[in-house]
């Protein structure tokens, strides 16, 4: 009788987890997120994900803002894009305790300028952006900005520029010395001549094929992330990822809750399962990024901590955040950028 | 503008004219709703003034196509002077998408005329292998043309191997590059209305050049060449439309750098740009180009008819 | 005699052939031949394997591209089919239907979607949907699918219908078919080849339709092209030409009963 109870409880457990069954649609960056892990959350809840992808901050609002809302539940732009998100209404309100695993933030992220309160996001993953150098083609000093915007002859024709506005014009204002959301005059036309400029050195804009173009050898300079180029050293050891002393720019993706969301719960699950410890850490052992989330290190892969690309040496500059600019100047970068494009 | 298809009058039969309209019916409705009214709100939106950060506000103004025509300098505020780099490129695109042309022409012509020539029984199987790599997906094909040009790719090995180059050449990422898959992607378009054209030839009257000395040259510039004229003509509009607004070449073989009309306008979409009256007031200004090209065209083919 | 087949030749003519149909051919021999590569390298040869081909069935990505390839193939059968029947009729009217205003009008509508070039059709298509608040998806891409196979059906069933003399139906109706009948018995299997062809072309077209369904698509609907597109951006991948291949035979499959069909069509 006792067994029969007790079988009959767990039908009606199964029958449960069947019934809360849903779906649930991400929108995430490319190669990324492990589908391994994919697998795990949706053998645990039983929920039916599907992923789609992009490739820069910019690009993922612009399909969200043209007619993307209400088809994705959640997605994962970085710091300055939450902040930008919110002000333009994209993002809906986790409310106080809807979230069970909240308490697993780390302090140091728990109350980001760009999301005071967390009350939009969760910290997904964090890391760098700078470029990498194939070693075997290039045996200069690496950790200068020169390499990208005022390369050496023998790297001319031979860089990979990421295809995303913020991070290449950031990395451009570290590059001349500027300020960010800059509104002097004479500084601007000095920044979008030193792009057009670095542009006939430039072999192409993307974003997809940073790692590929790097380890194929099709160039030698290449604007990657530190994970990403991680990855890519261990698929060839010659590529080095540089911390130029003019600085670089960091940036924190964060897992954000869409406005109108169609799976709204299962958004919630999503987010109260990336915020255990064990499942973000296999987020950073994939993608090699760091965590925003407390005790995951007896879950980490030990290289991480050792990582050349995540550890900065002492000559490099500061790292940098992605100013949200207002309208007016960012009418001016826009136009830079619609430049540096065409 | 129908002057590009037949117009089906050879055998004006009226066996169905009472149900006409009802047959036609489902056409309009689909292409009416899917294909006219988009172009419609395209043109309207073309006309729309651009949000913050994404999307439309629907106030109109002429700002898309000021900012085509007109470079205000980066600040907005300078004196407006022509502004060059929209018609750049689109100048380009006309320029890949001729070369391609050209390539196309210098290649499809011998071979469709070799083709047109062969015996009646193995023509077919010339036309079948013509025809069987426009049934391969482009994007494939594509990305083959990518494959085969990459800088370690079987190319370069090849001339490496037998020695003509010392250096593997560099073609991945050029405009090159773009002009080849543009030539490669539709050169079967360009072969197929040649053939029909030159089979339709009566070679006696290259014969009749012949008998009064003209030389072969000669008379397929003079006799051929002109007898043809409305094949080559389609053949050339059939590879160079297509190639005026392609985006999967510039993309996957041009390094998305140097653009090209189609990856201008997918980038006001798709990508960081986020402009959408812009990305309509461009995709207005290539469909227009092409309709007066297709208008030109097809007075060109009443002519010649004419004078048939 | 011989001085008649000597005015058709030219010399170099046949080797601009055979260079043409080298061209045409080379990058898809080379990407077949990859496929068979053993090595995960795209450079180095390691001798035959058919393990490309088996991670495109179990491989972590089998699962998006099985749905993708099942998306692509639902698609192409209901957009060819529906636009096959809806370019037989209006074929019919044009061809059969007598002299009346609307029939130039009628035939530029149909072959709108050829003359357009197609990125300014997908931004027309991406934008009408947006404003009429349709949610992109599925249906998205079906509807727009089945608008613009419409010409590519067209054109063959056209070009046979003219071929066919009306006299075997006006024959038919003389000996009392009604019109309806004399369409059903004689007209369409006489049109069958053109009509088989029209389906054909128009299957193809959608399958390989990259651009518009990249407009159009929804959150998480890919199809094969689209999908292709996806990992190729991010560098050219073993089993993406394992797919290739695929698909290129299955498309040459799908040329060799079209040239019977047409084939079938000349002797008829």
């Not at chain 2, 494959?147 to 090849?158: A, M, S, T, V, W």
């Not at chain 3, 009346?100 to 709108?112: A, D, K, V, W």
Request: charged share 15%; net charge negative; with cysteine.
């Amino acid at each position: 009788m006792k067994l029969l109870t007790s079988s009959a409880m767990a039908l009606a457990l199964l029958a449960n987890s069947a019934a809360a069954e849903g779906e649930l649609v991400i929108y995430h960056w490319f190669e990324y997120m492990p589908a391994e892990l994919l697998e795990k959350f949706e053998a645990e809840t039983g929920i039916k994900v599907t992923m789609d992808t992009y490739d820069s901050n910019e690009a993922m609002l612009a399909s969200l803002k043209a007619g993307g809302m209400g088809t994705y539940d959640v997605a994962v732009p970085g710091d300055y894009m939450v902040q930008i998100m919110a002000g333009e209404g994209l993002l809906d309100t986790i409310a106080d305790g809807e979230l069970t695993n909240k308490g697993n933030i780390a302090s140091a992220w728990a109350d980001p300028s760009f999301d005071p309160g967390r009350k939009h996001s969760i910290p997904y993953q964090w890391g760098s952006t700078s470029f990498s150098v194939n070693t075997e083609d290039y045996d200069g000093e690496i950790n200068t900005t020169d390499l990208l915007f005022n390369p050496p002859e023998e790297l001319s024709g031979k860089i990979n520029m990421l295809d995303s506005q913020g991070e290449v014009m950031a990395l451009a204002a570290l590059h001349m010395g500027f300020p960010q959301c800059d509104t002097d005059r004479d500084r601007l036309s000095a920044l979008n001549d030193m792009l057009q400029n670095a542009k006939t050195h430039w072999a192409s804009f993307n974003s997809d094929t940073a790692k590929e173009v790097l380890v194929s050898g099709d160039v030698s300079v290449g604007m990657i992330y530190d994970g990403f180029s991680a990855k890519a050293r261990e698929e060839r050891a010659s590529i080095t990822y540089a911390f130029p002393t003019q600085g670089y720019v960091v940036w924190m993706d964060n897992v954000v809750l869409l406005k109108d969301a169609p799976n709204r719960d299962s958004a919630i699950k999503f987010m109260d399962f990336l915020l255990e410890p064990e499942n973000i850490a296999a987020v950073s052992n994939y993608a090699r990024y760091g965590l925003g989330v407390t005790g995951a290190e007896e879950f980490l892969d030990p290289d991480l901590a050792t990582l050349p690309e995540a550890n900065p040496p002492e000559t490099a500059g500061a790292g940098a955040f992605i100013a949200v600019c207002d309208q007016a100047t960012q009418a001016v970068y826009d136009q830079i950028w619609t430049n540096l494009k065409n | 503008m129908a002057g590009g298809a037949a117009p089906g009058g050879s055998t004006a039969s009226d066996t169905y004219a009472r149900a006409r309209h009802w047959l036609l019916m489902p056409s309009w409705a689909v292409l009416g709703v899917f294909v006219l009214a988009p172009v419609c709100v395209m043109v309207i939106y073309s006309f729309l003034t651009k949000e913050f950060r994404g999307g439309v506000i629907w106030d109109p103004t002429l700002a898309a196509y000021d900012q085509f025509f007109f470079d205000r300098g980066l600040f907005g505020d300078s004196d407006p002077k022509l502004q060059w780099t929209y018609i750049t490129i689109f100048w380009r695109s006309i320029w890949q998408a001729g070369l391609a042309t050209i390539l196309s022409l210098l290649i499809g012509f011998p071979t469709a005329y070799y083709i047109a020539t062969r015996p009646a029984k193995t023509r077919a199987l010339w036309v079948f292998l013509i025809t069987i790599p426009y049934w391969v997906n482009l994007l494939i094909r594509t990305v083959s043309m990518k494959f085969l040009l990459r800088d370690e790719g079987p190319l370069n090995d090849f001339l490496l191997n037998i020695g003509l180059i010392t250096e593997p050449l560099q073609i991945i990422n050029t405009n090159l590059a773009v002009q080849l898959g543009l030539f490669y992607s539709y050169l079967p378009f360009m072969v197929l209305p040649i053939y029909a054209a030159v089979e339709r030839y009566n070679f006696s009257m290259s014969e009749a050049a012949a008998d009064l000395y003209a030389t072969k040259w000669t008379t397929l510039r003079r006799i051929v060449l002109p007898a043809v004229r409305p094949g080559v003509i389609a053949g050339c509009i059939l590879v160079f439309v297509p190639s005026l607004g392609a985006f999967l070449a510039p993309d996957l073989l041009g390094g998305a750098k140097n653009f090209m009309i189609g990856s201008l306008i997918e980038e006001q979409f798709k990508g960081n740009a986020g402009n959408w009256p812009f990305g309509a007031a461009a995709s207005m200004i290539l469909l227009s180009m092409v309709l007066i090209l297709l208008m030109i065209f097809a007075h060109q083919q009443r002519r010649a008819e004419a004078s048939a | 005699m011989s001085a008649k087949t000597d005015v058709r030749t030219y010399t170099g003519f046949r080797f601009m052939t055979i260079l043409c149909l080298v061209v045409l051919y080379a990058p898809l021999i080379v990407v077949t031949v990859y496929s068979f590569n053993a090595s995960r390298s795209l450079t180095v040869w390691e001798g035959l394997s058919l393990r490309w081909y088996a991670e495109v069935f179990v491989g972590p990505e089998s699962a998006k591209f099985k749905q993708a390839a099942l998306n692509s193939f639902s698609i192409a059968l209901i957009a060819a089919t529906l636009a096959t029947a809806i370019a037989t009729a209006a074929a019919t009217a044009i061809v059969r239907g007598g002299k009346f205003r609307l029939r130039t009008p009628s035939l530029g509508l149909i072959t709108l979607p050829i003359m357009v070039p197609e990125i300014v059709l997908a931004v027309a298509t991406l934008i009408f949907f947006n404003s009429v608040g349709f949610t992109r998806g599925y249906m998205t891409i079906l509807v727009a699918h089945i608008a613009f196979c419409i010409p590519f059906a067209y054109l063959p069933i056209q070009a046979r219908m003219q071929g066919i003399e009306d006299t075997y139906e006006h024959a038919a109706m003389d000996l009392y078919a009604t019109r309806a009948q004399a369409f059903r018995r004689i007209l369409l299997p006489l049109m069958m080849p053109g009509i088989i062809s029209g389906f054909l072309l128009a299957f193809i077209v959608s399958l390989d339709d990259f651009i518009i369904t990249n407009f159009v698509k929804g959150a998480g609907v890919e199809t094969l092209p689209t999908a292709i597109f996806g990992s190729v951006k991010q560098g050219l991948k073993p089993n993406i030409m394992a797919i290739s291949t695929m698909l290129l035979g299955f498309s040459i499959v799908m040329v060799t009963l079209s040239y019977f069909a047409s084939k079938r069509n000349n002797t008829q």
